[in-house]
T-cell receptor
């Protein structure tokens, strides 16, 4: 198993450019997530998906779009890059397990994409 | 809303020292609690977890106990190694909600 893979590892964009960050998992996980990590900060959830064809907004969705056409892939799209989107982006996946109403998910993370917008 | 608070770093220790990284949480329900570790240049990896009160998670010499009465999940290790140098994140999940703390950077000197 490769786990969660992300491409590219690094990217520099100019203001106003667009790009797609790729994320693929081979663990047959239903749930997938996109986070951003700003320097010295924790992770903030951008979007998540509970299965193919289903996506929902997280804490910081503005400026991003996602799609989930297959179980394996969950690309993140930046349409008009802005300097505020300079960050490290992590994709994660999980197979949901619950105990009563409590989620016991373990998330598996990709290695990240470091994006700089100039 | 739900939140996680961690002690501020960086934390610098000598090899074989005792480690404690404090974590407290605020949640409306009964969350699961996690510690993740991030080594330089890598993504986060699960270190340990606990899913109900009084559970103890343990892995690689690290331990943390889910304390509902103090809403805490402090990470401890009896004797740290240089290879433990990393950023440690406390996190909780409840339903669809995932919340991470800001991370605590640990540096272990030989």
């Amino acid at each position: 198993n490769a786990g969660v893979t992300q491409t590219p590892k690094f990217r520099i964009l100019k203001i106003g450019q667009s790009m797609t960050l790729q994320c693929t998992q081979d663990m047959n996980h239903n749930y997938m997530y996109w986070y951003r990590q700003d320097p010295g900060m924790g992770l903030k959830l951008i979007y998540y998906s509970v299965g193919a064809g289903i996506t929902d907004k997280g804490e910081v969705p503005n400026g991003y779009n996602v799609s989930r056409s297959t179980t394996e892939d969950f690309p993140l799209r930046l349409e008009l890059a802005a300097p505020s989107q300079t960050s490290v982006y992590f994709c994660a996946s999980s197979y949901p397990r619950t105990s009563g109403r409590t989620s016991t998910d373990t998330q598996y993370f990709g290695p990240g994409t470091r994006l700089t917008v100039l | 809303g739900d939140s996680v608070t961690q002690m501020e770093g960086p934390v610098t220790l000598s090899e074989e020292a005792f480690l404690t990284i404090n974590c407290t949480y605020t949640a409306t329900g009964y969350p699961s609690l996690f510690w993740y570790v991030q080594y330089p240049g890598e993504g986060l990896q699960l270190l340990l977890k606990a899913t109900k009160a009084d559970d103890k998670g343990s892995n690689k010499g690290f331990e943390a106990t889910y304390r509902k009465e103090t809403t805490s999940f402090h990470l401890e290790k009896g004797s740290v190694q240089v290879s433990d140098s990393a950023v440690y994140f406390c996190a909780l999940t409840y339903g669809q909600n995932f919340v991470f703390g800001p991370g605590t950077r640990l540096s272990v000197l030989p």
